[in-house]
């Protein structure tokens, strides 16, 4: 027997209390697990998802990177 547990996220924004307030009693009453992110969380969250789609699995030599933007990208 194989079992697959599958999570799933969304994070939503608003800047009306009110509707977010109606978002969060909605989710409790359909049993579905919340948290509330602060803006530093949500800042930490999108630079590990810009980290994530930048990476390539390439080694990139320190040494050279560095020299590169000292230069400016010019060769």
């Known amino acids: 027997m194989k079992i697959i547990l599958r999570m ?3 994070l939503l924004h608003t ?5 977010l307030n109606l978002i969060l009693q909605l ?4 049993g579905i697990s919340i948290r509330k ?3 530093e969380e949500m800042e ?3 630079l590990l998802t810009a980290m994530k789609e930048g990476e ?3 080694y990139i030599d320190t040494e050279e990177f560095l ?3 000292e230069d400016g ?3």
């Open 73 to 75: 990208g010019k060769d």
């Open 44 to 46: 930490d969250l999108g």
């Open 37 to 39: 992110f602060s803006l």
């Open 8 to 10: 799933e996220g969304i």
């Open 67 to 69: 020299k590169e933007l």
């Open 15 to 19: 800047d009306s209390k009110k509707d």
């Open 56 to 58: 390539t699995g390439e």
């Open 27 to 30: 989710a409790k009453k359909l």
